[in-house]
């Protein structure tokens, strides 16, 4: 029998994406044996695709203020914010509304 796949979408809008080597939109297939939530997939993306100054992403254990998180169009703050768990097929969106000048 094979290993279990979650397969989720990744998106990064409005500058998020510079912070991923400028990659809109990621595929992933996460090991299916655990539970994934949002917590545990802000430490696998600093670890494994995150390239670019860490500390416009994230802060402490959560994403910095000034970074909008919807999973499958809703608000993540509306479902539990890090501790929602991820199902296959979800969309989890990053836009920055952080702006330089």
Do not use: C
């Not at 990744?10 to 949002?38: H, M, P, V």
């Not at 494994?48 to 100054?53: A, F, G, K, S, V």
């Not at 994403?63 to 999973?71: A, D, H, M, S, T």
């Amino acid at each position: 029998m094979g290993t279990a796949e979650l397969k989720i979408i990744l998106e990064f809008s409005a500058g998020a994406e510079l912070l991923f080597g400028n990659i809109k939109r990621r595929q992933l297939a996460l090991d299916g044996t655990k539970k994934w939530n949002i917590a545990n997939l802000l430490k696998w993306m600093h670890a494994n695709i995150l390239t670019e100054r860490p500390e416009l992403f994230l802060q402490g254990d959560t994403v910095r203020p000034g970074i909008l998180v919807l999973i499958n169009d809703t608000d993540w703050e509306l479902l539990g914010e890090l501790d929602y768990e991820l199902q296959p097929n979800d969309n989890v969106l990053f836009i920055s509304t952080l702006h330089g000048g």
